[in-house]
């Protein structure tokens, strides 16, 4: 697939426009933005621009309610609980992580959920919200249910991600996995290209290890039992319950602490039953936060500079490909393949703005 | 190996003289014991009174401080961090859960690290403390260093559980998984069997998957490099880098925030080096408490209930095994094998007490 580059800025601004078209604030806009334009710039693709076409259709269809505000429907000095009103994920999910960090500020320990939302884009993105005040942040949300429990076949649990980010240098360590062993995109791109899936990692419609990604995504589809394994895989000998154990805990800080759907009664692939969880931990509570840093950076250095294995020449800690990514991308620009970028271009169609020359020169 | 069945009041009552004879109070011994007693009633052998031997030769040793007590050595409303002064880790332990409970109760959230101390048994008995106040319970703990980070070999992060309870009806949610896909005593006994390991489990002296036990438990002893993948195994098509990333977030909340010697520096098995981790969370932060608990018991009814994969008639929830391991020990005993036996009645002796007729006729 060609990929085009454009100039972050430029995106940034178009994408903005776009979310005011649609009756966004300028403020709200941009916020939304900064959480998509992360992604590519993390090298997310998946969560990126390519996504602007499903937010575009959805704000079209009134199933995302642009005039609405979340409610707070219960609080305490170091909680509350929001009702999200089908409001757009990223607006309420930026705004209840920002009452978590006042919390944390003022309590030093804040923690936010969200019920009856849509999606909010990469977990991590709010995480490290928290992070970017020098405190610890977590964030997860829950989805349609697509994972299947150790011993199970029909779909209970959702890919929910678990998200953690603790300041560290010169990388914060950025920690954002879906608790399934892979994510469902990666299913589409080996069935695209007519691969056989890896063993482990998804389930037929009788709950054994099944490689061919054409009939998992069929039953998926079809809402047949079958579904993808969580991590640690199909098989106990391989930690199949430690993964799953994982999607119950990304539940319980999201569906049951929110009081919203629990995954199996998500539908709608999400469209407002989406329940969101957020923390933020002033890690000054332990001690001095200089020296905090300090040991955790050591930690993550250590581990970089181990010795490497046989044919490898890197460890990586999490979130520093993600921050090399986003040197090379400023530089760059973003990738966008030929198929997203035709959807940018018809979506500024519609709402009435120009693209403009907007690609750029590989250098 | 043959097992003897000991009966649960009369097996607690032994342990606990033996430690009120290496000079424990009635209290402590009581807490010490509860613990290992937990575990073999859960059906976790390997942690045991399997270990008596271990904590036996510690203390005869001077290894583990007997008058020795914890020190504060930071605290705020919501926190505290101990030095754990290389007491006896169950009852540091115990006392910092206590202490962390303690703050919850008074503010919804308490954290208490520890950091100088030695091994407190299984991790999840602590977050079950919390449970038990009707709080959610996070505990974990360092260990020295045997799991390779993805695409190293050498040993950096412990075995280091992550443990979480959460109430429910009619059983909680008791989570409690070490974050390396397996432990050590799995390599162990595949060893002493002449099996060959699973893909994925461990690594040899060049970072490649290796079956073969013997050689990679000899790395391990003779401190080559060489060691135990983390939850995901050996490759990130597993997600080899979401159990790497687990590892660090247990070293995070141990050795970090305790101040304490991280898992690439805890040496001598973990003998007055071992940090600890204790939260409790009064999840009434977030709205009705019976409601809550209902909601999570619902979920984790509504995954037991889920269609069964082929040639499988359970879908277990977390802790359940360990409920029902419990209710059969309590009428049948405990089993102890041969060696632990013989362990038992050899410390008795050496403290000076009498292992009499304790054991029970298989019923």
């Known amino acids: 697939m060609g990929?085009?580059?454009?100039?972050?800025?430029?995106?940034?601004?178009?994408?903005?426009?776009?979310?005011?078209?649609?009756?966004?604030?300028?403020?709200?806009?941009?916020?939304?933005?900064?959480?998509?334009?992360?992604?590519?710039?993390?090298?997310?693709?998946?969560?990126?621009?390519?996504?602007?076409?499903?937010?575009?259709?959805?704000?079209?269809?009134?199933l995302v309610h642009t005039d609405a505000k979340p409610r707070v429907l219960f609080e305490t000095k170091l909680s509350a609980v929001l009702d999200g009103n089908r409001t757009m994920g990223q607006v309420t999910a930026r705004a209840a992580m920002e009452l978590a960090i006042a919390k944390c500020r003022e309590h030093g320990f804040g923690a936010v959920t969200v019920r009856n939302c849509n999606h909010y884009g990469i977990a991590g993105y709010y995480a490290r919200m928290a992070a970017e005040e020098d405190f610890l942040g977590f964030s997860s949300t829950n989805t349609e249910a697509i994972a299947i429990p150790t011993f199970g076949r029909?779909?209970?649990?959702?890919?929910?991600?678990?998200?953690?980010?603790?300041?560290?240098?010169?990388?914060?360590?950025?920690?954002?996995?879906?608790?399934?062993?892979?994510?469902?995109?990666?299913?589409?791109?080996?069935?695209?290209r007519g691969d056989a899936l890896k063993d482990g990692w998804a389930a037929d419609e009788y709950g054994n290890s099944c490689t061919d990604a054409g009939r998992v995504l069929d039953n998926i589809n079809a809402k047949r039992p079958g579904g993808i394994f969580?991590?640690?895989?199909?098989?106990?000998?391989?930690?199949?319950?430690?993964?799953?154990?994982l999607g119950i805990i990304a539940e319980l800080f999201t569906g049951i602490f929110a009081g919203g759907h629990t995954s199996p009664h998500v539908e709608n692939g999400g469209m407002g039953d989406t329940s969101f969880g957020f923390m933020a931990?002033?890690?000054?509570?332990?001690?001095?936060?200089?020296?905090?840093?300090?040991?955790?950076?050591?930690?993550?250095?250590?581990?970089?500079?181990?010795?490497?294995?046989?044919?490898?020449?890197?460890?990586?800690?999490?979130?520093?490909?993600?921050?090399?990514?986003?040197?090379?991308?400023q530089k760059t620009g973003i990738?966008?393949?030929?198929?997203?970028?035709?959807?940018?271009?018809?979506?500024?169609?519609?709402?009435?703005?120009?693209?403009?020359?907007?690609e750029m020169q590989r250098g």
């Not at 509570?285 to 046989?310: N, P, T, V, Y």
């Open 3 to 62: 990929y085009t580059y454009l100039p972050v800025e430029q995106v940034r601004a178009y994408c903005e426009q776009i979310f005011v078209r649609h009756g966004f604030s300028a403020e709200e806009s941009r916020g939304i933005v900064d959480v998509v334009l992360t992604a590519d710039l993390y090298g997310i693709e998946s969560h990126g621009v390519q996504r602007m076409i499903r937010y575009h259709d959805s704000l079209v269809k009134e």
């Open 154 to 192: 029909q779909p209970m649990l959702g890919t929910s991600p678990l998200a953690l980010c603790m300041p560290a240098d010169p990388y914060f360590f950025w920690y954002d996995v879906a608790t399934t062993v892979v994510p469902r995109g990666k299913l589409e791109i080996y069935n695209k």
């Open 230 to 245: 969580p991590i640690g895989g199909g098989s106990v000998d391989t930690g199949s319950h430690k993964g799953y154990g």
């Open 281 to 329: 931990l002033d890690y000054g509570m332990f001690g001095d936060k200089k020296e905090i840093r300090g040991r955790m950076s050591e930690l993550l250095e250590e581990l970089r500079a181990s010795e490497k294995a046989e044919g490898r020449s890197r460890i990586y800690t999490h979130g520093e490909k993600e921050m090399e990514s986003m040197a090379e991308k």
């Open 335 to 358: 990738p966008v393949n030929e198929k997203t970028l035709e959807e940018l271009r018809m979506i500024g169609a519609y709402v009435g703005i120009s693209f403009g020359g907007m």
